[in-house]
């Protein structure tokens, strides 16, 4: 048997999918769509070469920690991604997280448009037909629009802002804004120890750093700009910092400690009370409890005791994890770390506005309830990141109508009534606030590779789509809003577009309460306390 009879791809075929783009593009023309997609441009449009890339600078959302990123576009493809050097968080450099975003923007498995539930599948429909219906679901909410939900993926800068004051408009509450892979204990704890989500780690500052389960090299919190500031740390000739890291699993953050000290699972707030702060403990105690050695107890005491300026970290994995973050607070309130290398004025700003977990389980039993009429999804998938025994799922079941923005499958979206899905970052405008003071522009480096849309764009189209509040959003889009709203208007966004970042800032929404009365039963009330 010929290998075109084996994988139904005849040679000719083959060889135009292999002349026709690069690895990453050619991974989508193996499909059963028309080879000729494959070619970004049969006529390349003005201030465009064949053949020559052109760099935009934009935001990564891989994360919520906002790094700035060049994209480099060729033939109407976007093809490599590099840190920003000019972006004062990550100054250059780029995760492994953030260079795969190429990964998400090719996906083949993105919807290709919008969806409507039929028969008990989604099957693809027109942008006209999704819309009709999603304005006649709005329509029907009446009254009962103070009891609908968005769920949104955590972000900084203008769009938790445009919509808020879209849902605000409707008469529903405004979005929870989720992050499942944040450290919600630490920032809990940072918010009343130090009045901010994120602190700055001067590790530069410190002599020694001693981490207690806070993987600052892999994921935990600013990764690459703790990555960054490590690096430049651990570089000097005299006066490097040493580092201990205490934890049950040794991470890439304890593979590059000078130490690791394997406590038992759970000990470890005995350790940061031995170091000092309230309810201090003895070594002996602490052994006792954590399993590490007397000796090597002492010896972190005595070290600890004697270098200053010191940094205590802390994770809040532990079931203890808010407790253990505060006590390490009060060790390095003690020890005067607080701003010398712990700084709060020079605070992170990405993870400002984070919901906690606790919102989503208030939700899920709200709609366990009954009390939820429609369900809005945006970039976040709680029925997964939840885990099955919280009943998200279940409870999700119990709503009327569900949407979701989602451009990829996934658990949640696999139970909505009507997907929206959303452009990719890479094919979107926005901005972020990742420090205090400062803007990181977004803009799209390529034009969308399905037919999808920014999900901005849709809740204006909609609000637009009504005669009764057509007049609302007198801009056609969301860039407009965005340009509109921007210091200095379009000429001076124009500007700082090449640069990608400028000064600015955005305010952050403190607080969100959800609404009342929550018409659930007296033990699923307490289910979210």
């Not at 075929?13 to 441009?41: Q, R």
């Not at 999704?130 to 029907?140: D, N, P, R």
């Not at 399993?291 to 005491?301: E, F, Q, R, S, W």
């Not at 420090?435 to 809740?459: C, E, H, I, Y």
Request: aromatic letters at 6%; hydrophobic letters at 45%; a neutral charge.
């Amino acid at each position: 048997m010929s290998v075109e009879e084996t994988v139904g791809v005849k040679r000719r075929d083959f060889l135009k999918v292999v002349g026709a783009a690069g690895a990453t593009t050619a991974m989508i023309g193996c499909s059963s769509e028309k080879v000729e997609k494959l070619i970004p441009y049969l006529v390349s449009p003005d201030e465009t070469v064949p053949g020559v890339s052109t760099y935009y600078a934009t935001t990564c959302r891989e994360c919520s920690a906002a790094c700035g990123v060049i994209a480099e576009t060729r033939d109407g493809r976007t093809i490599k991604l590099e840190g920003n050097p000019a972006h004062p968080l990550n100054r250059g450099a780029l995760c492994a997280r953030g260079q795969s975003a190429l990964q998400g923007l090719y996906n083949p498995d993105r919807y290709r448009g919008p969806m409507i539930r039929r028969n008990g599948r989604l099957e693809e429909v027109t942008w006209d037909e999704a819309l009709k219906l999603f304005v006649q679901k709005l329509g029907e909410l009446g009254g009962s629009a103070q009891n609908a939900a968005f769920v949104n993926r955590h972000e900084s800068g203008s769009l938790p802002l445009f919509l808020n004051e879209w849902l605000a408009g409707m008469g529903i509450p405004a979005s929870l804004s989720i992050d499942p892979n944040a450290d919600h204990a630490a920032i809990a704890a940072n918010r009343q120890a130090y009045g901010v989500a994120w602190p700055r780690y001067d590790f530069s500052a410190a002599r020694l750093i001693i981490s207690v389960g806070a993987d600052f090299l892999d994921g935990w919190g600013a990764s690459v700009a703790h990555q960054l500031d490590f690096a430049d740390a651990r570089a000097k000739l005299t006066g490097a910092p040493r580092m201990v890291y205490v934890g049950a699993r040794r991470s890439l953050t304890g593979l590059n400690a000078d130490q690791w000290i394997n406590a038992r699972p759970g000990s470890e707030l005995s350790i940061v009370h031995m170091l000092g702060g309230v309810n201090a403990v003895t070594p002996e105690q602490a052994a006792q409890q954590s399993g590490v050695d007397v000796a090597t107890l002492t010896a972190l005491k005595r070290e600890f005791d004697s270098a200053r300026p010191a940094m205590l970290l802390a994770g809040g994995a532990s079931p203890s994890g808010m407790e253990l973050c505060l006590a390490a607070y009060n060790v390095n309130s003690a020890s005067g770390a607080i701003g010398t290398t712990i700084k709060p004025a020079e605070a992170i700003n990405s993870f400002e506005g984070i919901d906690p977990p606790s919102h989503l389980r208030v939700l899920a039993a709200r709609m366990q309830a009954g009390a939820v009429p429609m369900l809005m999804v945006r970039g976040v998938d709680p029925v997964y990141s939840m885990g099955k025994s919280l009943g998200f799922a279940a409870a999700m079941a119990k709503v009327p109508f569900k949407v979701s923005f989602s451009a990829i499958p996934d658990e949640t979206t696999a139970m909505c009534d009507l997907v929206l899905p959303d452009n990719h970052a890479l094919e979107s405008w926005g901005d972020a606030e990742p420090v205090r003071g400062t803007l990181s522009l977004q803009q799209p480096a390529m034009d969308p590779v399905f037919n999808t849309r920014s999900t901005a764009d849709v809740l204006i189209a909609a609000v637009r789509a009504t005669p009764a509040t057509a007049t609302r959003y007198p801009l056609p889009d969301y860039r407009s809003w965005l340009l509109a709203r921007f210091p200095g208007g379009a000429s001076t966004f124009a500007a700082a577009l090449p640069r990608g970042v400028t000064a600015g800032t955005t305010p952050v929404p403190t607080t969100r309460t959800l609404p009342a009365p929550l018409v659930m039963p007296p033990a699923a009330a307490t289910a979210g306390d």
